[in-house]
């Protein structure tokens, strides 16, 4: 049940350095911790890299969240979850690059937001399997 004041978010997860399913596991704990309630957690699938090549394949997953942070609280908790789970650079300017752990904000409540930080819905996410498929599986579950 949702308590007032709190806010759905989906978030995408992906990892294709060192342990994929223990940094995963990792990030659902202290998302869990620091950013609200981890509700509802997708399969995990095995995807080729999107937008670079490697050798690595990703594990990606989605989850739900139950959260009173604001978008920007929750968006500055992933990225120092992401810092915690060892990743050290963040894609710019679209050049991507092999990871221990991403998380995407996807939607919060319906909100649309575009700012330089943030912008939601996730504008690309409807381009990629590797989102869609996890989420369509926790979505309205």
Not at 58 to 80: G, H, W, Y
Request: aromatic fraction near 4%.
């Amino acid at each position: 049940m949702q308590e007032p004041n709190s806010h759905i978010a989906y978030l995408s997860l992906g990892s294709n350095l060192g342990n994929r399913h223990a940094t995963m596991q990792q990030a659902i704990l202290l998302l869990g911790k620091q950013a609200g309630s981890v509700d509802r957690v997708s399969s995990a699938i095995e995807t080729e890299p999107w937008g670079f090549k490697s050798a690595n394949k990703f594990l990606n997953m989605c989850v739900r969240i139950i959260t009173t942070l604001s978008p920007e609280q929750l968006l500055a908790t992933t990225k120092d979850i992401e810092q915690q789970l060892g990743r050290t650079t963040k894609s710019v300017n679209g050049q991507y690059h092999d990871r221990p752990i991403d998380i995407d904000i996807l939607t919060y409540d319906d909100l649309h937001i575009n700012t330089p930080s943030l912008t939601l819905p996730h504008p690309h996410m409807h381009e990629r399997d590797f989102v869609m498929i996890p989420l369509r599986e926790i979505l309205d579950k």
